[in-house]
């Protein structure tokens, strides 16, 4: 198998750094890592694979000397603008922000479910919405046997999702001080807002879940509503799900299916106080789902309970599970 050259661009951050984490325990075949953050890092050192790695600044030179793949968190507007410098230089730029996700020449990929689309790819890949993730591993392969007519999400935010400011809220909103990222304190607090609100009412956050499912399974015809909040939990993101289906379902099946399914494991023993815990979930890479029961209102439809670790699945592991996929078909 070849050897890669990979960029990790955004490497000081919340994501960036549990992309080292995650690719230290993934032992990818890297022969080289060039870590990438803003001035305001540059000449840091950070452990990484086991030795000292000092941070470079990005700038427009930063792909000259030649990646195979770049992944990429350090917000949108770097990604704007440095997404396509690196394509244009022949590496594969893995996105974690939103900028290019619905661009249609841009795949939005996670592996164990459209990992087909990676080859499609014009040099630039997009890592969905953290809460989009982990509701599609466990969506996708009852779309695929039941056919899904309709979806209501709603979702429980870890403050991790807000990068450090937004961990830093919490842990200081308990301390009684006032919140810096958020718009509200989050300590004994839900807030019913995540990302800026659009003409329609809805916020961003929501709306990228309703146009990433559509994306990412490629059926504009599903029927999708959302409601985002954000929760006082520090790290997992938790999330009801309503879905409907087109056809009838036998339960103990639909649990075996999703208990079969790639990247899921099924924890759903009520009796004994056994579902989904997004503090269980923490540092983990699965999606959990359980709850799993019928929705006695509709035809054919259930409810269920699905919990991940959104920096590791929701955001990094997904990331790094893509550049894996991508070696794998280059094999
Ligand atoms: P830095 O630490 O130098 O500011 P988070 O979302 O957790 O706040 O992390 C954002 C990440 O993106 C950090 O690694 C940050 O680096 C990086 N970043 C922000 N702006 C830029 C930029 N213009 N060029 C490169 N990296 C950037």
Request: proline share 5%.
């Amino acid at each position: 198998m070849k050897n890669y050259k990979v960029a990790v661009v955004g490497a000081t951050g919340m994501v960036g750094r549990t992309f080292l984490k995650v690719l230290e325990e993934y032992k990818l075949p890297v022969s080289e890592y060039v870590l990438f953050a803003s001035a305001r890092s540059a000449g840091s050192e950070i452990d990484f694979m086991g030795k000292k790695y000092t941070i470079k600044e990005l700038n427009e030179s930063s792909f000259d000397e030649g990646f195979d793949i770049a992944l990429f968190s350090a917000g949108g507007s770097t990604s704007e603008k440095f997404a396509p410098i690196a394509a244009s230089k022949g590496c594969v730029v893995i996105d974690n922000s939103s900028a290019w996700r619905m661009d249609p020449n841009v795949p939005l990929v996670i592996p164990e479910v459209n990992p087909e689309d990676i080859k499609l790819n014009k040099g630039i890949i997009a890592n969905p919405n953290c809460s989009t993730i982990q509701a599609i591993v466990a969506l996708k392969p009852l779309h695929d046997k039941y056919k899904i007519k309709r979806i209501v999400y709603s979702t429980y935010q870890a403050v991790s999702g807000a990068g450090v400011a937004g961990w830093n809220d919490l842990e200081n909103g308990i301390k009684g001080e006032q919140p810096k990222k958020f718009p509200h304190p989050i300590f004994n607090n839900c807030i019913p807002h995540i990302d800026v609100f659009t003409e329609n009412g809805y916020t961003k956050e929501e709306m990228k879940m309703v146009n990433e499912t559509k994306k990412i399974l490629h059926d504009d015809s599903l029927r999708i509503t959302v409601t985002t909040v954000r929760v006082p939990v520090f790290n997992s993101h938790s999330e009801a799900i309503n879905v409907e289906f087109e056809k009838p379902f036998d339960l103990d099946e639909l649990k075996a299916l999703l208990a079969s399914s790639e990247g899921i494991v099924v924890q759903d023993d009520p009796q004994n106080n056994v579902y989904p815990l997004a503090a269980e979930a923490t540092g983990t890479d699965s999606v959990y789902v359980g709850r799993i029961r019928r929705d006695f209102s509709v035809d054919s439809g259930i409810n269920m309970w699905v919990v991940a670790d959104n920096i590791r699945k929701g955001a990094a592991a997904n990331a790094v599970q893509i550049a894996k996929k991508m070696m794998e078909m280059d094999a």
